[in-house]
């Protein structure tokens, strides 16, 4: 078996074992839940600085549960792992028999085992069976998807969730391909979307399938859906003075965590009012006030966290 750590770095990863330390250091038996276990990076190092911690990992992938759990068994215990999507989260936390848990990490988006074992099809620039599950014992194909939608739902797909602007003629141009063989390649798609899109517009922007394989991967794992779910339920999960930190990639991640986050930080007192009413005062706080970003030195040694976004909230009253 391959060793996990020498195949990944994980992001941001000194920041959040900062922001996650002062809820275990609390606490005397101290929970954390990472809902995103991938390859264990961050739950390999917050075992290793706090011996009393237990981390639950959770993923919808199952090689990466199993290189995971290979990583972490050393540490006996105190690694649990569950094999579900995180909006299972309370699910998950009552299976160990858990009400409540100090400390929630998310990490959102493709994970590199996804993206670098080829045959899992979430990368355009090698050829492989256009599957894109994180799950690939459930759920739909990116396949599925472009070969059975209807012309207009694939558009909304595109513009929603790839914030494409050639929606219409990328989806113009797979209708009219489906119609003479399912499309099932990724590298078939990468050239149908390639020669959608004009040659100016080409020139700038990275590979033009990028977007066309946000938006099918998104749809495929419900990935936008899970965190709106997600998000709410790890909140109410957390003891005082427990944190929810959430690496996002891309901005419409991003915008789902910044909404649920400042809605739970502000005070739902009405405005004309001199106090602020304790049964309506906010029970979470912003740990800071707008995304974070990687440093240089991250950026330099590990270009993936380019687009990174770190938000951190705390509960501060029951």
């Not at 141009?173 to 399912?182: E, G, S, T, W």
């Not at 899970?226 to 991640?253: H, K, M, N, Y």
């Amino acid at each position: 078996m391959n060793d996990a750590s020498t195949q990944h770095i994980s992001v941001m990863l000194d920041r959040c074992i900062e922001l996650l330390s002062p809820t275990v250091l609390l606490n005397e038996n101290p929970v954390i839940i990472d809902c995103t276990l991938g390859l264990g990076g961050h739950t390999e190092a917050l075992l290793e600085k706090f011996p009393t911690l237990t981390v639950i990992g959770i993923d919808r992938d199952q090689i990466a549960l199993e290189r995971a759990g290979f990583r972490l068994a050393r540490f006996g215990d105190r690694f649990k792992s569950a094999h579900a999507v995180f909006d299972q989260i309370s699910d998950v936390a009552a299976s160990f028999g858990l009400k409540e848990v100090n400390g929630v990490l998310f990490d959102l988006g493709v994970s590199s085992i996804q993206l670098d074992e080829v045959e899992r099809g979430f990368s355009y620039s090698q050829d492989a069976p256009l599957d894109m599950r994180m799950d690939r014992s459930r759920g739909i194909t990116a396949s599925e998807i472009v070969n059975t939608y209807a012309p207009g739902a694939l558009v909304k797909i595109l513009r929603t969730f790839g914030e494409e602007k050639f929606a219409t003629r990328i989806v113009e141009n797979i209708v009219k391909a489906r119609a003479k063989a399912p499309l099932n390649s990724t590298q078939e798609l990468a050239a149908l979307v390639k020669e959608s899109i004009p040659a100016a517009t080409r020139r700038t922007g990275g590979n033009p399938a990028k977007r066309t394989f946000q938006a099918l991967r998104i749809e495929a794992n419900d990935e936008l859906g899970a965190i709106s779910r997600a998000l709410p339920i790890a909140l109410d999960l957390l003891t005082i003075g427990g944190r929810v930190v959430v690496l996002s990639f891309q901005s419409l991640e991003d915008r789902i965590v910044k909404e649920i986050f400042v809605d739970r930080s502000t005070s739902k007192s009405p405005r004309n009012l001199p106090v602020d009413l304790p049964e309506f005062a906010a029970k979470f706080a912003l740990v800071s006030k707008s995304g974070e970003t990687p440093s240089d030195q991250e950026l330099a040694n590990n270009p993936r966290s380019a687009s990174v976004r770190l938000r951190a909230i705390e509960k501060v009253a029951a």
